[in-house]
Nanobody, 123 residues
Framework: QVQLVESGGGLEQAGGSLIVSCAAS????????MGWYRQAPGKERELVAS???????TYVDSVKGRFTIARNRVRDTLSLQMSNLQAEDTAVYYC?????????????????WGQGTQVTVSS
C-alpha cells in the first residue's frame, strides 16, 4: 500500500503563487503515475497534472504555463508549483498515485489518495 500526505496550500491573492507538496510512503515503486487532482465545491474532481515515473508530465489546458508538477523518486515526493493563480483555481487539491499504464485520467484508476489540502485564491 501507498500512503500520501499533502502539505502546503493556503490563501493567496490572484496573480500570486503557491506550492502544494505530497510525501509518499509504502510501496511507491509500483506507482507508475502520480498526479494532482482538485475539486471545487459543486464540481467534479479534475485531474490538474500528472507525471510518470519516467518524468513525462501532462497538464489540463487551464493550468498550462502556470503550474509545474515535479516528482522526486529518491525522496518520494510530489509537488505542484502554482503561479499566476486565478480565482477559479480555488479548490481542495489531492495527491494521487496509480500503478496503471498508460497514465490514467479517471480518478477510479488511482488507488492511493491523500487527504487533500485547501487552496483559496482571492480576487
Amino acid at each position: 500500500q501507498v500512503q500520501l500526505v499533502e502539505s502546503g496550500g493556503g490563501l493567496e491573492q490572484a496573480g500570486g503563487s503557491l506550492i502544494v507538496s505530497c510525501a509518499a510512503s509504502g510501496d511507491t515503486i509500483c506507482m507508475s503515475t502520480m498526479g494532482w487532482y482538485r475539486q471545487a465545491p459543486g464540481k467534479e474532481r479534475e485531474l490538474v497534472a500528472s507525471v510518470t515515473s519516467g518524468g513525462v508530465a501532462t497538464y489540463v489546458d487551464s493550468v498550462k504555463g502556470r503550474f509545474t508538477i515535479a516528482r522526486n523518486r529518491v525522496r518520494d515526493t510530489l509537488s505542484l508549483q502554482m503561479s499566476n493563480l486565478q480565482a477559479e483555481d480555488t479548490a481542495v487539491y489531492y495527491c494521487a498515485a496509480s500503478a496503471k499504464w498508460p497514465p490514467p485520467t479517471n480518478p477510479r484508476d488511482y488507488s492511493a489518495w491523500g487527504q487533500g489540502t485547501q487552496v483559496t485564491v482571492s480576487s
